[in-house]
C-alpha cells in the first residue's frame, strides 16, 4: 500500500470517528485527531502536500473542540510549514496568529511568541510589511514576561524591517525601545551600537538637531572610536562639508553594522546634496549684506571694466569733434586778426598823413 492509500485510510478512520450513532452521542475528537495527525505524516511522506495540509487543520480543530489547546497549536504550526513548501505565504501571518493564541491559551506565552519569530522570519525577505506585526506582537507578549533580552532581538527585527521600508520614524522609536531593553539588562556594547544607528537615521531623517541630542544622550556608551566617527559625522553636516561625512561614514564599525544599517549608512543624503552650497561665500540672487566684500570689489571691477569699454568709442569720437572745433576756433582767430590789421594804418601812412596836415596849415597861414 502506498503512502497516499494509507493516508486516505487514516482520513475515512477519523471521519468514521466523528460520527455519531444511537449509542455514540458524542463524537470522539482525540480519536479523530490522532488519524488526522497519521494522515497528514503519511501524506508529508509522499509529497502531497495539500492532503497534509488538510489534514493538519482538521486536526487542529479537532484539538480544538477537544480543548487541547497545545496540540491545536502545534499542528497549526506544522501547517506553517507546509505553506512554505507549498509557497503560500500568503496564509502564514493568519496562521501564525491562531497557533498563538492557541498557545497563550494553553498558558505557553513562550512558544506563542516562537512561533510569531518563525513565521516572521519566513516572510521577512520576501514581505516585510506582513513581518512586521508578527514580530512586534512576539515583542509585546515577551515584555509581559519580563525578558528582556528577548525583547531586545524581537525589536531590533522591527527595527530593521523600519529602516528597510524607509520608516524613519518608528524605527527611531524601535530603536529607543531597544535601548531601553539593553540597558535593563546592563549591556552597554550594545547600547553604544544602537547609539550609532540611531545619530543615522536622524540624519535619514533630516533632521539634524535630533542626531546630535541623541549622540548626547547616549554617546558616553560608545567606545572612542565610535564616539571621534560620530563626532566627525555631525561636524560635517554642521558645517556641510560632504568630504569629511562621507569619510566618517566610511569608517570600518559602520560599515560592518548589520545589513540594513550598513545600507542606511551608504544611501545618506551627504550636505552637499541636501543644500547645495555654493562656493565661497556665494549665493544666486543674493542681496548686498550676504556676498562677501572681496566679492563685492570683483563686482565692481567688472562693471567698471564694460562701462569703459562701451564709453571709449564715445570718449575717441568727442575727443575727434573737440580737436576739429580747436581747429575752426584758430582759424576764425587768424582772420579776425587779418581783418584788425587791414583796420589798423601801418605807420608810413600816419607819417604821411601827418606830412599833409602840416603843409595844409602852412598852407592856410
Not at 510589511?129 to 531590533?156: K, N, T
Amino acid at each position: 500500500m502506498s503512502k497516499i492509500e494509507e493516508g486516505n485510510a487514516h482520513m475515512r478512520a477519523a471521519e468514521k470517528s466523528l460520527k455519531t450513532t444511537l449509542l455514540k452521542w458524542r463524537p470522539d475528537y482525540e480519536v479523530a485527531a490522532d488519524e488526522y495527525n497519521q494522515a497528514a505524516t503519511c501524506f508529508r511522506i509522499a509529497k502531497s502536500f495539500k492532503q497534509c495540509k488538510e489534514a493538519l487543520v482538521k486536526a487542529s480543530d479537532c484539538y480544538k473542540e477537544n480543548r487541547s489547546w497545545f496540540h491545536a497549536a502545534k499542528s497549526l504550526e506544522q501547517v506553517l510549514l507546509i505553506c512554505r513548501d507549498m509557497n503560500e505565504m500568503s496564509e502564514v501571518p493568519k496562521l501564525a496568529h491562531r497557533s498563538c493564541s492557541l498557545y497563550q491559551q494553553h498558558g505557553s506565552q513562550e512558544s506563542g511568541a516562537t512561533v510569531l519569530d518563525k513565521a516572521g522570519k519566513m516572510l521577512e525577505s520576501s514581505d516585510p510589511e506582513a513581518a512586521l506585526p508578527l514580530f512586534q506582537r512576539a515583542a509585546e507578549i515577551v515584555l509581559g514576561e519580563d525578558s528582556p533580552r528577548q525583547a531586545a532581538e524581537y525589536l531590533s527585527r522591527v527595527a530593521r524591517i523600519f529602516v528597510k521600508l524607509k520608516k524613519y520614524d518608528e524605527a527611531a522609536n524601535a530603536i529607543r525601545r531597544e535601548i531601553d531593553m539593553h540597558q535593563r539588562i546592563e549591556h552597554q556594547p550594545s547600547v553604544g551600537r544602537l547609539a550609532v544607528v540611531l545619530v543615522l537615521i536622524q540624519l535619514a531623517r533630516g533632521d539634524q538637531v535630533a542626531a546630535e541630542k541623541a549622540f548626547r544622550e547616549w554617546g558616553n556608551y560608545c567606545d572612542a572610536p565610535e564616539i571621534q566617527t560620530l563626532e566627525m559625522l555631525l561636524q560635517a553636516y554642521d558645517n556641510e562639508d560632504a568630504n569629511a561625512a562621507r569619510a566618517a561614514l566610511n569608517s570600518p564599525f559602520i560599515k560592518h553594522m548589520d545589513v540594513e544599517y550598513a545600507k542606511l549608512a551608504r544611501g545618506l543624503p551627504l550636505p552637499q546634496q541636501e543644500y547645495a552650497v555654493p562656493p565661497a561665500g556665494v549665493r544666486p540672487n543674493a542681496a548686498e549684506p550676504y556676498v562677501s566684500s572681496s566679492v563685492q570689489d570683483k563686482q565692481r571691477e567688472t562693471v567698471r571694466a564694460e562701462v569703459s569699454h562701451e564709453t571709449e568709442p564715445i570718449e575717441k569720437a568727442m575727443a575727434a569733434t573737440n580737436i576739429t572745433k580747436e581747429l575752426g576756433e584758430d582759424e576764425e582767430e587768424e582772420e579776425e586778426e587779418e581783418k584788425e590789421k587791414e583796420k589798423t594804418p601801418s605807420p608810413v601812412e600816419e607819417k604821411d598823413k601827418s606830412k599833409d596836415y602840416d603843409e595844409y596849415e602852412e598852407g592856410l597861414c
